[in-house]
């Protein structure tokens, strides 16, 4: 994984806490803390006013920008504290925008000045700080505001007070409105840590399903048993939903009770599938670790195992009671499982969620599934424009079927090279590949223009995602495994982009697609 996009940035004047709430606000969420003042003085081996001393405000602003950059390069999310000033610096502000949440501690200049009495150690408010202040906060609070997507007032607060309106604030809620089986996404870092409060309110027990390898803790506030399922799709087996359902049933759980999954797209799936059928259903909360189950797998409802003859074969629409997206699980994410969410993540930007990858992790995590749930509202059982959502996924689908390898997917970062072969597809990079033979197909059959095309593979590179087919790839096999796609109800069927934008398209011609996968082959060549 590069660097995170998911850091807690505290911006703020001196005196406004930043240094006392980022050391606690790191502890509540179990993150490092950071301090770019500090960073500075480790770096230099002075303190800040004996920087400015002896080498003047200049040299400590370009000290300062050293120090933000080296801290902000970690791919492990901190909370840090961004030293006062550093928002003057344009580069500093596009740095901060792109590196995170960033949370404006916002006091009253009398607030400041009381704090910062004489001002000792503050070389910017000497030698009056009741006169200096105010000076400071024209300056600045208009580059705070303007930077930061949370801002909360710390005048006359605790300051656990304020750590803990800092963290509410960070995780926001997205509602799937389907009537009566409507629910939030709580989607944000930490989240999982309100699980109890999302659980329904008649749960007496809850049985948390998960997979050894996710090793994600969950609290849920009730008396809880733990069903651990085999590793792998495996685990997406008639096999194993009767275990999981035995095992509700020996410790005693009621349909009033709740099934909690914990876990990537394989959980949710298979036990949500469990919950739709045990006691002819109870009520299941999603809680998504990957990248891939939180933008796409665990929110609107599908769940389902795999028949030895296909993939998501059984199954059943059952929307869960809530889902939780906490962004802090995806750290422990290997790097292969974190591009297979990229690919999902990829497919958003042709259905109307351009530029993603500048935001803020949680920031893109809460709008695909914004518009995934806006899709589902409409489409809830997929007799419509629920299908756009499988976009890139019909080739998708076949090179995963064929378990066809793919290298470490450094080709791909690297402009298109022939990756070496290794582990078969993860289902993301599948879509990345997908997605580009999408394009080339459309622009076959005359519906969007090369520039067109030229996007798709500007994004899926960008993502350091593949973008041809991988070697050994048989395009007769390709064609035989799509046409035999669940959604090929008439001929060849795709999901393409167009003039209307990405839509269904039946009847496509087996030669267009030899040629389009041709086309996506020689790329490999290129
Ligand atoms: N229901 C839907 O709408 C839908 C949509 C897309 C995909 N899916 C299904 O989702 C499945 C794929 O989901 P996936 O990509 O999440 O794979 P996955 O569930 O297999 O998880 C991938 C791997 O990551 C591990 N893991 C999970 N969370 C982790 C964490 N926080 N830290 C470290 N490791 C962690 C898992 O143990 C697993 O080894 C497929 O079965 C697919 O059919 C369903």
Known sequence: MSASRDHVLLVGMMGAGKTTIGARLAAAMGRPYLDSDLQVERATGMTVPE???????????????????????SDRPA????????????????????????????????TLVARLGSGAGRVLVQPDPAAAVPR??????????????????????????????????????????????????????????????????????????????????????????????????????MATVEWVCRELARAGMTRHDVVVAVGGGVVTDLAGFAASCYHRGVDVVHVSTTLLGQVDASIGGKTGVNLPEGKNLVGAFWQPHAVVCDTDTL????????RSGLGEMAKYAFLGLDDLDVLPLAEQVARCVTLKAAIVAQDERESGRRAVLNY???????????????????????????????????????????????????????????????????????????????????????????????????GLTFVLDGARGVEVVPGVEPAAVLDALAETAAEVAA
């Open 51 to 73: 920087i400015f001393e002896t080498r003047g405000e200049a040299a400590f602003r370009r000290e300062e920008t050293a120090a933000l950059r080296a801290a902000l390069s």
């Open 392 to 490: 890139g996924h019909t080739l998708a689908h076949a090179l995963e079927a064929a378990g066809l390898a793919v290298g470490s997917g450094e080709a791909g970062a690297a402009g298109g090279g022939r990756p070496e072969p290794a582990e078969p597809m993860r289902h993301g990079e599948a879509v990345a590949v997908g997605l580009v033979f999408a394009a080339r197909l459309a622009r076959r059959l005359g519906r969007i223009d090369g520039a067109r095309v030229a996007r798709h593979l500007e994004v899926v590179e960008r993502y350091g995602l593949p973008s041809t087919l991988p070697d050994g790839v048989s395009p007769a096999e390709l064609v035989e495994l799509m046409g035999r796609d669940k959604k090929a109800t008439d």
């Open 331 to 338: 750290a422990s994410l290997p790097a292969r499982e974190w």
């Open 79 to 110: 909370v840090v504290a961004v030293a006062g000033g550093a928002v003057l610096d344009d580069g500093n502000r596009s740095l901060l925008a792109r590196s995170g949440t960033v949370v404006w501690l916002r006091a009253r200049p009398e």
């Open 136 to 237: 400071l906060v024209e300056q600045r609070y208009p580059l705070y505001e303007g930077l930061a997507s949370v801002s909360v007032d710390v005048d006359d607060r605790a300051p656990d007070d304020v750590v803990e309106l800092v963290r509410a604030a960070l995780v926001r809620d997205v509602r799937v409105e389907l009537g009566d089986r409507s629910y939030d996404v709580r989607v944000g870092p930490g989240a999982r840590r309100d699980l109890a409060g999302l659980l329904p309110s008649r749960a007496r027990r809850a049985a948390v399903v998960t997979q050894a390898g996710v090793g994600v803790a969950v609290e849920p506030g009730i008396d809880s048993v733990r069903i651990e399922v085999p590793p792998g799709e495996r685990a997406k087996s």
